[in-house]
């Protein structure tokens, strides 16, 4: 009944025709724009203002259109942006990395320790966990690799700086203390090269929405009472004490990028880079309350073209 349904869907659903030839590169001939505001009509059920954008998601579709910065590729490569990272704020706060490789059959798991995570560079979500490598599945790793490092990322979502990014696989070292439902990470949004506000968030990355909770602050570390998807934690939720050091480090990484945002790890006292994110949720943000969609993008001065 499943495929029964969805093929019911796939005639008569506008939206799930859509996904599902974008899926297939359908799409691909068509301009970016014209694909934003198609993917915008389906996913926020409005028409998207792309003359005077208002909000923070109309403003972030169209840095995704104007913005095309060659760095950007660079920074979004999580191979690539490491170098820049240990440059600007310190080797010692980038996880150490065991070998990179243009596929996975080029990878030599007698040289890799018994723990390790592998990732893709040039997309969202492409990782796979190893904690011991004598029952790692590496035929379910290949398979899931081999396709991701034919995906190019920046279809689905128009989303630049994927476009250009190498695909290759990564090892880094594996922390035990990421990826728990007690596990925090810290992702902070600069505009302009400052940090806006900050986002505690608690629960396991990349899961349903009930093992996660954000909870944002402003600058001078004042809750803000709004969310987006994830709700806030149910428990006391605070910045930590080296909020300060972690803002500093988001300021020179986000530095002449109009929205950016710098994500981190605490581990053993000591700060760790994550990744910088230019769309947030590839710019389809529900919130709640919705004001905060507008008050956001008041935040965000455009460039001029």
Sequence with gaps: MGKLNFLADLIKDPATRFYYLSAHGFY????????????????????????????ICEK???LKIHDHNPRYTTLADKYAVKQVVADAIGAE???????????FDDIDFDKLPDQFILKTTHDSGGFMICKDKKTFD???????????????????GREWQYKNIKPRIIADKYIDSLGRPDSLEYKLTCI???????TVCKGIAHTDLSLRSNDHFDRQGNKM???????????????????DEMISYAEKLSAGIPYVRADFYIVDGVIYFGELTFNTWDGFMIFEPDEWDRKLGDMITLPKL
Excluded: C
């Design 28 to 55: 691909h001939s068509m301009s970016d724009e014209d694909y934003v505001k198609r993917l915008w009509k389906y996913k926020m059920n409005k028409p998207l203002n792309l003359d005077d954008p208002k909000t």
């Design 60 to 62: 972030l579709q169209w």
């Design 93 to 103: 706060h980038v996880i150490p990395n065991y070998g990179v490789w243009d596929s």
């Design 138 to 156: 590496k035929a379910a790793a290949k398979k899931k690799f081999d396709k991701a490092l034919k995906r190019n990322f920046y279809w689905s």
């Design 192 to 198: 302009d090269g400052k940090v806006a506000f900050t």
């Design 225 to 243: 009472p709004w969310y987006a998807y994830y709700k806030p934690s149910k428990e006391p939720v605070s910045l930590p004490p080296q909020i």
